[in-house]
């Protein structure tokens, strides 16, 4: 066999490994959003009943709105006058200011973390490595017989 095809045969037992760079990045940004609105609320406001009477010199009447009611009536010369109020539930509108205050964090963060495992080799493992231990040096030894050969034709040359 020729050396050259060996020393074929013996590269292809040769394995290689790819180095890949290790990508650390961290990016983080916060958003933050505020929305001032007004809110118009309605509130009740409670009247409370009052209830007042007079005696007077005069004729008859009465008189009502929708908070109150008033009567006035003459018996033996004297008039009597009434004023009651209604129970009324009246609504008032109220505005208030409404502030809601939003954040968002956006987090883009990738970790690569390199953990080493000691693991027994196998037979097959150790074979190959002591294979190719072996095989290097059959590589180097070929090498060094070959530039013998070339080194002792030149001597032989030259003379």
Same mark, same amino acid.
Request: hydrophobic share 45%.
């Given at each position: 066999?020729?050396?050259?095809a060996?020393?074929?045969?013996?590269?292809?037992?040769?394995?290689?490994?790819?180095?890949?760079?290790?990508?650390?990045?961290?990016?983080? *940004? #916060? %958003?933050?959003?505020? +929305?001032? /609105?007004?809110?118009?609320?309605?509130a009740?406001?409670?009247?409370? @009943?009052? !209830?007042?009477?007079?005696?007077?010199?005069?004729?008859?009447?009465?008189?009502?709105?929708?908070?109150?009611?008033?009567?006035?009536?003459?018996?033996?010369?004297?008039?009597?006058?009434?004023?009651?109020?209604?129970?009324?539930r009246?609504?008032? *509108? #109220? %505005?208030?200011?409404? +502030?809601? /205050?939003?954040?968002?964090?956006?987090?883009?963060?990738?970790?690569? @973390?390199? !953990?080493e495992?000691?693991?027994k080799?196998?037979?097959?493992?150790?074979?190959?490595?002591?294979?190719?231990?072996?095989?290097?040096?059959l590589?180097?030894?070929?090498?060094?017989?070959?530039?013998?050969?070339?080194?002792?034709?030149?001597?032989?040359?030259?003379?």
């Amino acid at each position: 066999m020729k050396p050259s095809a060996i020393l074929a045969f013996t590269l292809l037992l040769t394995a290689c490994g790819v180095a890949r760079p290790v990508l650390e990045s961290d990016n983080t *940004k #916060v %958003e933050v959003k505020t +929305v001032i /609105r007004t809110v118009t609320d309605t509130a009740y406001i409670e009247l409370p @009943v009052i !209830v007042e009477k007079v005696a007077t010199l005069d004729t008859t009447s009465v008189l009502e709105n929708k908070y109150a009611k008033s009567e006035a009536s003459v018996s033996g010369g004297v008039l009597h006058h009434s004023l009651q109020t209604k129970p009324v539930r009246e609504p008032v *509108k #109220v %505005e208030r200011v409404e +502030v809601v /205050r939003d954040s968002l964090v956006y987090r883009d963060r990738v970790q690569t @973390v390199t !953990v080493e495992v000691e693991k027994k080799l196998t037979w097959w493992h150790r074979f190959r490595l002591t294979l190719g231990n072996i095989l290097f040096a059959l590589i180097v030894i070929a090498i060094l017989y070959l530039l013998s050969l070339l080194f002792n034709n030149f001597l032989k040359l030259k003379r």
